[in-house]
Protein backbone atom coordinates (compact mmCIF):
# COMPACT_ATOMS: atom_id res chain seq x y z
CA UNK A 1 0.00 0.00 0.00
CA UNK A 2 2.60 2.48 0.65
CA UNK A 3 4.80 1.65 -2.60
CA UNK A 4 1.84 2.44 -4.17
CA UNK A 5 0.92 5.85 -2.74
CA UNK A 6 5.16 6.79 -3.10
CA UNK A 7 4.69 5.41 -6.93
CA UNK A 8 1.89 8.09 -7.03
CA UNK A 9 3.24 10.81 -5.23
CA UNK A 10 6.13 10.98 -8.38
CA UNK A 11 4.73 13.19 -11.12
CA UNK A 12 4.46 10.77 -13.67
CA UNK A 13 1.88 11.24 -16.45
CA UNK A 14 -1.91 10.96 -16.19
CA UNK A 15 -2.85 7.63 -17.28
CA UNK A 16 -6.26 5.87 -17.58
CA UNK A 17 -7.27 2.54 -17.09
CA UNK A 18 -6.80 -0.22 -19.90
CA UNK A 19 -9.89 -1.62 -21.15
CA UNK A 20 -9.01 -5.02 -19.48
CA UNK A 21 -10.04 -4.14 -15.86
CA UNK A 22 -13.50 -3.82 -16.56
CA UNK A 23 -13.76 -7.86 -16.64
CA UNK A 24 -16.76 -9.65 -17.40
CA UNK A 25 -18.82 -11.42 -15.15
CA UNK A 26 -18.12 -15.06 -15.42
CA UNK A 27 -21.73 -15.44 -16.77
CA UNK A 28 -20.96 -13.32 -19.83
CA UNK A 29 -19.81 -15.88 -22.60
CA UNK A 30 -19.69 -13.86 -25.13
CA UNK A 31 -18.45 -10.26 -26.66
CA UNK A 32 -20.20 -8.19 -28.74
CA UNK A 33 -18.29 -7.11 -31.24
CA UNK A 34 -19.34 -3.43 -30.59
CA UNK A 35 -17.66 -2.69 -27.07
CA UNK A 36 -20.51 -0.25 -25.78
CA UNK A 37 -22.65 -2.99 -26.18
CA UNK A 38 -20.85 -4.89 -24.72
CA UNK A 39 -20.13 -3.07 -21.45
CA UNK A 40 -23.57 -1.92 -21.32
CA UNK A 41 -24.86 -5.43 -21.24
CA UNK A 42 -23.08 -6.06 -18.17
CA UNK A 43 -23.94 -3.15 -16.52
CA UNK A 44 -27.43 -3.80 -17.37
CA UNK A 45 -27.75 -7.34 -16.50
CA UNK A 46 -25.18 -7.49 -13.72
CA UNK A 47 -26.73 -8.44 -10.20
CA UNK A 48 -25.50 -8.39 -6.77
CA UNK A 49 -26.27 -10.84 -3.68
CA UNK A 50 -24.67 -10.65 -0.04
CA UNK A 51 -25.51 -14.15 1.52
CA UNK A 52 -26.59 -14.35 4.94
CA UNK A 53 -28.23 -11.15 4.78
CA UNK A 54 -31.63 -10.65 5.21
CA UNK A 55 -33.54 -7.91 3.08
CA UNK A 56 -33.73 -5.49 5.44
CA UNK A 57 -30.37 -5.62 6.16
CA UNK A 58 -29.29 -4.99 2.39
CA UNK A 59 -31.85 -2.50 1.72
CA UNK A 60 -31.48 -1.78 -1.56
CA UNK A 61 -28.69 -3.83 -2.18
CA UNK A 62 -31.16 -6.38 -4.07
CA UNK A 63 -31.73 -3.67 -6.84
CA UNK A 64 -30.10 -4.52 -9.92
CA UNK A 65 -26.82 -2.86 -10.60
CA UNK A 66 -28.74 -0.70 -13.61
CA UNK A 67 -30.40 0.90 -11.14
CA UNK A 68 -27.67 2.95 -10.38
CA UNK A 69 -27.74 4.51 -13.60
CA UNK A 70 -31.41 5.92 -13.19
CA UNK A 71 -33.21 2.77 -14.56
CA UNK A 72 -35.07 2.65 -11.10
CA UNK A 73 -34.97 0.14 -7.90
CA UNK A 74 -37.19 -2.57 -9.42
CA UNK A 75 -34.39 -5.20 -9.46
CA UNK A 76 -35.38 -8.66 -8.09
CA UNK A 77 -34.33 -9.84 -4.85
CA UNK A 78 -32.31 -13.50 -6.83
CA UNK A 79 -29.38 -14.52 -6.34
CA UNK A 80 -26.04 -13.77 -8.49
CA UNK A 81 -22.87 -14.85 -10.40
CA UNK A 82 -20.76 -14.44 -7.19
CA UNK A 83 -21.37 -10.77 -7.66
CA UNK A 84 -18.09 -7.94 -6.78
CA UNK A 85 -18.08 -9.37 -3.18
CA UNK A 86 -18.30 -12.83 -3.89
CA UNK A 87 -20.98 -14.71 -2.68
CA UNK A 88 -22.96 -17.31 -3.75
CA UNK A 89 -25.22 -18.35 -6.32
CA UNK A 90 -28.62 -19.25 -4.98
CA UNK A 91 -32.00 -17.64 -4.86
CA UNK A 92 -32.48 -15.11 -1.79
CA UNK A 93 -30.10 -14.45 0.99
CA UNK A 94 -28.87 -17.71 1.31
CA UNK A 95 -31.33 -18.75 4.27
CA UNK A 96 -30.94 -17.50 7.63
CA UNK A 97 -30.19 -21.17 9.10
CA UNK A 98 -26.90 -21.40 7.60
CA UNK A 99 -24.35 -20.78 10.79
CA UNK A 100 -21.31 -20.51 8.73
CA UNK A 101 -22.29 -17.79 6.29
CA UNK A 102 -24.36 -16.02 8.96
CA UNK A 103 -20.89 -16.09 11.10
CA UNK A 104 -18.89 -15.06 8.10
CA UNK A 105 -21.07 -12.32 7.49
CA UNK A 106 -22.04 -10.69 10.56
CA UNK A 107 -19.61 -7.89 10.68
CA UNK A 108 -20.60 -6.75 7.36
CA UNK A 109 -23.98 -7.37 8.18
CA UNK A 110 -23.75 -5.02 11.33
CA UNK A 111 -22.16 -2.61 9.26
CA UNK A 112 -24.67 -2.53 6.15
CA UNK A 113 -27.36 -2.28 8.84
CA UNK A 114 -25.33 1.13 10.50
CA UNK A 115 -25.42 2.34 6.77
CA UNK A 116 -29.46 1.73 6.96
CA UNK A 117 -30.03 3.07 10.37
CA UNK A 118 -27.81 6.03 10.18
CA UNK A 119 -25.68 6.61 6.83
CA UNK A 120 -23.82 9.90 7.24
CA UNK A 121 -22.73 8.69 10.95
CA UNK A 122 -21.68 5.83 9.99
CA UNK A 123 -19.93 7.10 6.83
CA UNK A 124 -18.43 9.84 8.93
CA UNK A 125 -17.27 7.92 11.60
CA UNK A 126 -15.77 5.22 8.53
CA UNK A 127 -13.92 8.91 6.99
CA UNK A 128 -12.34 9.63 10.53
CA UNK A 129 -10.98 6.59 11.28
CA UNK A 130 -8.95 5.81 7.66
CA UNK A 131 -8.17 9.53 7.72
CA UNK A 132 -6.59 8.60 11.65
CA UNK A 133 -5.05 5.56 9.35
CA UNK A 134 -3.83 7.53 6.46
CA UNK A 135 -2.18 10.35 8.25
CA UNK A 136 -0.50 8.00 10.60
CA UNK A 137 0.96 5.78 7.67
CA UNK A 138 2.22 9.00 6.06
CA UNK A 139 3.93 10.22 9.05
CA UNK A 140 5.30 6.46 10.05
CA UNK A 141 6.59 5.60 6.50
CA UNK A 142 7.18 7.86 4.45
CA UNK A 143 8.20 10.79 6.40
CA UNK A 144 9.38 8.52 8.73
CA UNK A 145 8.78 10.50 12.25
CA UNK A 146 10.14 9.30 15.28
CA UNK A 147 7.21 10.10 16.81
CA UNK A 148 4.23 11.22 15.40
CA UNK A 149 2.36 14.29 15.75
CA UNK A 150 -0.65 13.66 17.39
CA UNK A 151 -2.12 17.47 17.00
CA UNK A 152 -1.50 17.12 13.29
CA UNK A 153 -3.53 13.39 13.16
CA UNK A 154 -6.39 14.99 15.34
CA UNK A 155 -7.06 17.67 12.62
CA UNK A 156 -6.79 15.55 9.92
CA UNK A 157 -9.06 12.64 11.86
CA UNK A 158 -11.25 15.74 12.81
CA UNK A 159 -12.16 16.67 9.10
CA UNK A 160 -12.64 13.28 7.63
CA UNK A 161 -15.63 13.25 10.17
CA UNK A 162 -16.91 16.62 9.81
CA UNK A 163 -15.70 17.19 5.94
CA UNK A 164 -14.90 14.04 4.23
CA UNK A 165 -17.94 11.37 5.36
CA UNK A 166 -20.93 14.01 5.10
CA UNK A 167 -19.56 15.30 1.65
CA UNK A 168 -18.84 12.28 0.08
CA UNK A 169 -22.86 11.11 1.12
CA UNK A 170 -24.55 13.87 -0.75
CA UNK A 171 -22.73 14.08 -3.53
CA UNK A 172 -22.93 10.66 -4.23
CA UNK A 173 -26.49 10.61 -3.59
CA UNK A 174 -26.99 13.69 -5.57
CA UNK A 175 -24.90 12.15 -8.16
CA UNK A 176 -27.19 9.42 -8.82
CA UNK A 177 -30.35 11.84 -8.85
CA UNK A 178 -28.39 14.06 -11.42
CA UNK A 179 -27.69 11.61 -13.80
CA UNK A 180 -29.86 9.40 -14.96
CA UNK A 181 -28.72 7.81 -17.83
CA UNK A 182 -28.52 3.91 -18.15
CA UNK A 183 -25.53 1.79 -18.76
CA UNK A 184 -22.00 2.96 -20.26
CA UNK A 185 -23.17 6.36 -20.60
CA UNK A 186 -24.42 6.96 -16.97
CA UNK A 187 -21.21 5.68 -15.41
CA UNK A 188 -19.05 7.39 -17.54
CA UNK A 189 -21.06 11.05 -17.06
CA UNK A 190 -21.13 10.28 -13.40
CA UNK A 191 -17.23 9.31 -13.59
CA UNK A 192 -16.59 12.98 -15.40
CA UNK A 193 -18.65 14.68 -12.84
CA UNK A 194 -17.11 13.38 -9.81
CA UNK A 195 -13.21 13.30 -11.07
CA UNK A 196 -13.24 16.45 -13.10
CA UNK A 197 -15.96 19.57 -11.21
CA UNK A 198 -16.19 17.88 -7.92
CA UNK A 199 -12.88 16.48 -7.11
CA UNK A 200 -10.75 19.54 -8.11
CA UNK A 201 -13.34 21.50 -6.00
CA UNK A 202 -13.28 19.38 -2.99
CA UNK A 203 -9.18 19.08 -2.65
CA UNK A 204 -8.80 22.91 -2.70
CA UNK A 205 -11.41 22.91 0.08
CA UNK A 206 -10.01 20.54 2.04
CA UNK A 207 -6.49 21.63 1.86
CA UNK A 208 -7.76 24.88 2.40
CA UNK A 209 -9.44 24.16 5.86
CA UNK A 210 -6.32 21.73 7.01
CA UNK A 211 -4.01 24.49 6.97
CA UNK A 212 -6.58 27.12 8.41
CA UNK A 213 -7.39 24.36 11.25
CA UNK A 214 -3.97 23.79 11.55
CA UNK A 215 -3.02 27.57 12.50
CA UNK A 216 -1.58 28.38 9.29
CA UNK A 217 -4.10 30.69 7.20
CA UNK A 218 -1.38 32.68 5.98
CA UNK A 219 0.01 29.71 3.65
CA UNK A 220 -3.71 28.78 2.24
CA UNK A 221 -2.62 30.26 -1.15
CA UNK A 222 1.02 29.87 -1.29
CA UNK A 223 0.14 25.85 -0.73
CA UNK A 224 -2.49 25.44 -3.06
CA UNK A 225 -0.03 26.93 -5.62
CA UNK A 226 2.54 24.41 -4.95
CA UNK A 227 0.06 21.34 -4.24
CA UNK A 228 -3.08 22.19 -5.44
CA UNK A 229 -2.88 21.05 -8.88
CA UNK A 230 -0.27 17.66 -8.26
CA UNK A 231 -2.98 16.42 -5.79
CA UNK A 232 -5.83 17.21 -8.69
CA UNK A 233 -3.18 14.59 -10.83
CA UNK A 234 -2.47 12.28 -8.09
CA UNK A 235 -6.13 11.80 -7.62
CA UNK A 236 -7.05 11.28 -11.33
CA UNK A 237 -4.69 8.54 -11.32
CA UNK A 238 -5.79 6.51 -8.18
CA UNK A 239 -9.45 7.06 -8.26
CA UNK A 240 -10.62 7.05 -12.21
CA UNK A 241 -9.44 3.34 -12.49
CA UNK A 242 -11.45 2.27 -9.24
CA UNK A 243 -14.39 5.14 -9.78
CA UNK A 244 -14.56 3.21 -13.17
CA UNK A 245 -15.42 0.07 -11.48
CA UNK A 246 -17.23 1.48 -8.53
CA UNK A 247 -19.56 3.19 -10.79
CA UNK A 248 -20.40 0.63 -12.40
CA UNK A 249 -20.81 -2.02 -10.48
CA UNK A 250 -21.58 -1.04 -6.75
CA UNK A 251 -24.92 0.13 -5.32
CA UNK A 252 -25.00 3.50 -4.97
CA UNK A 253 -25.28 3.31 -0.88
CA UNK A 254 -22.33 1.18 -1.17
CA UNK A 255 -20.19 3.62 -2.82
CA UNK A 256 -18.75 5.19 -0.09
CA UNK A 257 -18.25 2.19 1.56
CA UNK A 258 -16.34 0.86 -1.26
CA UNK A 259 -14.59 4.47 -1.97
CA UNK A 260 -13.10 4.00 1.81
CA UNK A 261 -10.86 0.93 1.53
CA UNK A 262 -8.99 3.19 -1.78
CA UNK A 263 -9.24 6.10 0.59
CA UNK A 264 -5.96 5.04 3.16
CA UNK A 265 -3.74 4.77 -0.13
CA UNK A 266 -5.70 8.56 -0.82
CA UNK A 267 -4.86 9.89 2.43
CA UNK A 268 -1.33 8.76 2.53
CA UNK A 269 -0.97 10.83 -0.76
CA UNK A 270 -3.32 13.91 0.58
CA UNK A 271 -1.57 14.08 4.07
CA UNK A 272 2.21 14.22 2.62
CA UNK A 273 0.48 17.11 0.13
CA UNK A 274 -0.99 18.77 3.01
CA UNK A 275 2.34 18.77 5.18
CA UNK A 276 4.72 19.01 2.58
CA UNK A 277 6.62 22.62 3.31
CA UNK A 278 5.89 25.53 1.21
CA UNK A 279 9.21 26.45 -1.05
CA UNK A 280 9.14 30.31 -1.13
CA UNK A 281 10.56 31.55 -4.48
Same mark, same amino acid.
Given at each position: ???? #????????????????????? /? $???????? *?? &????????? %?????????????????? /? =??????????????? $???????????????????????? +???????????????????????? #????????????????? @??????? %?????????? @??????????????? +????? *????? =??? /????? &????????????????????? %????????? /? &?????? @??????????????????? *??????? #???? =???????????????? =????
Amino acid at each position: MILT #ATTILRKTPLFLPRSSILSPP /R $NFTSISPN *PL &QSFNSIFSN %RQLGFPGLTKKQMGQGYS /R =VSAISGGGSGGSSGG $NDGGVFGGSSDDGAGGEGDGGNQS +KWGLFAWYMDLLVKSPVLTKSVTS #ALLNLVGDLICQLAIDK @VASPDYK %RTFTFTFLGL @VLVGPTLHYWYLYLS +KLVTV *PGASG =VFL /RLILD &QFFFAPIFIGTFLSTLITLEG %RPSQVVPKL /R &QEWFSS @VIANWKLWIPFQLLNFGFV *PQQFQVL #ASNF =VAVIWNVILSFKAHTA =VVTK
